[in-house]
Structure formats: C-alpha cells, structure tokens
C-alpha cells in the first residue's frame, strides 16, 4: 500500500506516540489540580506549549491549544470579527480558495453584515500582494490569507501580506494547517497575528491543534466554561493530544530542510512524469508549492473513477480535499484558478511523504497513466474530445 494523501491526514510518529503513551499510562492528572500528579501535567503541558511557542518563533502565553485546524481558523476570524465590530469596521478580505473552515466562517460573518472581498488566486494559485494591498479600506478589520492551499500547494507570499498588513494596521491571520511541520514559519519576521495549526497534518494526532495569536490580540470564546487555557478556551486540556503534538512538530523541524529536500526530488518526478500524460495539466505552480504537493487534471475521466482504480492497485490518494469527495461539487479550488467544470472533475492530488520511495514513483506514474488511458477507452466526454466534436481544453 502506497499512502499519498498526506494533505488529509498523517500517520502519527513513534516519537508522537511515545509522548502519548507516557501521558496516558503515568500523567494522567488534570492540570488544574492541585496535588502533584495534576501539577506534573501542568508541567508537561506548559513545556508542550513553550515547544510548540518556539518552532514559530512565538511566546508561550500567545499559543491557544485547540481541537485541531478548524476550530482554530474559527476562533481567530470570529474574535478578528468581534474587535472589528466594536471599531464599526465589518470589512474582510480573504481568498476564493480557503478551506471551508475558513470560507464558512466567512460566509456566517457575510449573513451578520460583514462585507467579504474574496481575491482571485490567479491561474498559478498564488495571491498577489498588490492586489491585496488594493483590496484595504479604512473599515477593513482582518485579512485571511491561507500559508499554503490544501489541494495544490501553493505557497503564499506571507511575509509580503503581513508587511502590508501590518503597514495598513489590519489584523493579518494565516491557516497555516498545510505549512507548519513542512515551512519554515516565524511569525514575528512574516508579520503574522494570527495562526491556525493542526497536529494531524503533521505526523501528530488527530483531534489536537493550537492558535497562535500575538500579544495584545484579544481572543473571543467559542466555547465557554472553567478558566482553562487563560480562559480563553474552557475544557479540560487535551494533554496526551497536546504533549504528542508538541513532540511530532519538534521532530518536524528538526527534520524539515532535509525531508523538504527529499520530498521536492519526489514530488519533481512525480510532475515530470505525470505531465507526460496527453492533456494533463499541473494544477499550481510547479516550484512554489509544498515540497510533497502533486495535483493534476486530466482530461476526459472522473476524477472519483481514478481514485478507486489507483486504490485497486494500491494507491491511496485524493482527488482535492477530503471535505468534498463524495459530493458532485467540483472543488472549488480548482474552480478559482480558473479550471473549467468538466476539467475541475478529472483531478488527482498526490501529497507524499518522507517514506514515499524511489520505486513507488515509478509505480505510481505507471500505474496513473495506465488507469487515465483505460478510463478514456470508454468515456464518451474523451470520443467526443479525440473526434473533434468538442475542443481539448487542455
Ligand atoms: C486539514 C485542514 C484544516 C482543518 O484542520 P482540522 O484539524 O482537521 O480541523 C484547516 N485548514 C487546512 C488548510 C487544512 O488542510
């Protein structure tokens, strides 16, 4: 089994599992107790959170531990939100190609009058900063702007954004679900004010994740109750979650330049090969994108008819984002950088990891190529593309 979707979710690391397992069998107290057992979790989640603080160059008392990404992006665009509404600001601007954790919250702001400025992300998937700036108003509250997209990869000119940003005095927030683990992320350099993470997306466990948000940026509560985390996120802290969490993204950056390196030389041949295919078309650009990051369309075929054929044979992958498979949708990623419906369907996303290897690429080209050119044997949009009677669009 060869397991290419990496985007959607990890395979917890030893080292994650270990810090699990300690916390479960020996630290087991509630750190909001007072005898020592619960102190010792006090402990061992301040150092998770003093880790977690340090890999984006952050201060401990500005990370948030959170159930995962999306409660995260939540958290942050609703208290962005809140603060612009006292200041009679109800502008933001964002992107058409956020995840739904972010494009949803959106979406209920618009219904309490918030005005939405969504910013074209181009053919190559990449924002760009001049547009963004041109986008500011003087009641423009937040900008969110994802680190890295979740179905093509392709990275953001954040540091270029949060300058802007901060020049302009707009509270600048990132999904960085895709990126921390994988980028080098420092959120003072990039100017950032806030940042979603997710432990999952980094060999780390599901359920978990955290918010950064810089001093000084006031927090709203999704969710209310005891005093936990500065009593800004009530509930019993997730410690076996958190600790492993914090373990998983250590090992990350200790590891990020040289997997990065590995990943890149993969995910190069995997496009080369790929692109060889008739009418294909890499979906993002081919070197701004996450180093394990592979997306293409081909024409033709159902993207859902590719994925089980390569899960025949093997081959776990996706077609986008887990959030819209099973549904007709075309991803709406695809849709705003410009694919047309019919192609939008025929999409294939490979995210690989360290533990890809050299044969599997090869595997994976060949066994791509072979399914591509089965399922056009017998797809009347493909008779209709090769006699003619409808234009190639790719
Ligand atoms: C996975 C993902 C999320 C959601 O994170 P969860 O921890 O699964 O809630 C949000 N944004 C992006 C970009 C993601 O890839």
Redo the contacts with the bound molecule.
Sequence with gaps: MIYADN???TKMSKTAVDAMMSVITENYGNPSSLYSIGQKAKEILEEARATVADVIGAKPQEILFT???????NQAILSAAALGRKNGKMHIVSTAF?????LHTLEKLKKEGFEITLLDVHEDGIVRPEELEKALREDTCLVTV?????EIGTVQPIREIGEICRKHKVLFHT????AVGHLPIDVEADRIDLL?A????FHGP????FLYARKGVRLSNLIEGGAQENGKRAGTENVPGIVAMAAALAEAKENMARNAEILTEKRDRLIQGLGAIPHSALNGDAKRRLPGNVNFCFEGIEGESLLLLLDDKGIEASSG??CTSGSLDPSHVLLAIGRVHDVAHGSLRLSIGEDLRDEDVDYIIRSVSEVVGYLRSFSPIWRDLESGKKPHLL
């Design positions: 985007a959607a979710t159930s995962g990404g999306s409660e995260a992006d956020e995840h739904h954790a972010v994802m680190f890295a997209n979740n999904d960085a679900v895709q979603s997710s432990a999952h997306k599901k359920g978990v994740g984002s887990a």
